[in-house]
């Protein structure tokens, strides 16, 4: 009996701990879409249109939204109808798609910001998102868009 009560506590906090995640990437979502004058807090909370809306904070066609999300979604269904026979293959290719598309957008990002394509591009995936932390909470912003004449100026927004 007290296993299953332990069983089904651990799920519980586990899938608040997952919503808890979610709500904080939005939250730093929308701060990077503050600094771009793009969105909301509440549309970044809607699945698959926040990375729409993190293309256009990047400016690149929000059909770029498709390599982000379609590689998983993909691998998932191959998987599934080939009984995992071929996982690794799919695997490999999914990782290699998101991995490349996930390097694209947040080095636009990076670089709309005044910072280092390839460096924040790259670093970004392998830390696992830690870098979009820096990017949404320092105070540089967009450059290139007629506010700013030097490319990295740190501005600041008078609330």
Not at 17 to 36: D, H, N, P, Q, T
Not at 75 to 89: C, D, G, P, R
């Amino acid at each position: 009996m007290f296993t299953i009560l332990f069983g089904a506590l651990a799920v519980i906090v586990l899938v608040l701990m997952c919503f808890g995640i979610y709500i904080f990437a939005a939250y730093v979502f929308s701060r990077l879409g503050e600094k771009f004058r793009i969105g909301s807090f509440l549309r970044f909370l809607i699945p698959f249109y926040n990375i729409a809306l993190l293309c256009d904070c990047a400016r690149i066609s929000r059909w770029f939204t498709v390599a982000i999300v379609a590689p998983g979604i993909i691998t998932a269904a191959m998987n599934i109808v080939s009984f995992y026979v071929f996982a690794e293959v799919f695997s490999s290719g999914a990782a290699l798609v998101a991995f490349a598309a996930n390097v694209y957008l947040w080095g636009r990002i990076a670089e709309r910001l005044g910072k280092n394509f390839w460096l924040w591009g790259i670093i970004t995936p392998i830390l696992l998102g830690l870098p979009v932390l820096i990017m949404a909470f320092d105070g540089s912003m967009p450059v290139g868009n007629g506010r700013s004449s030097r490319k990295g100026e740190t501005k600041y927004i008078d609330v």
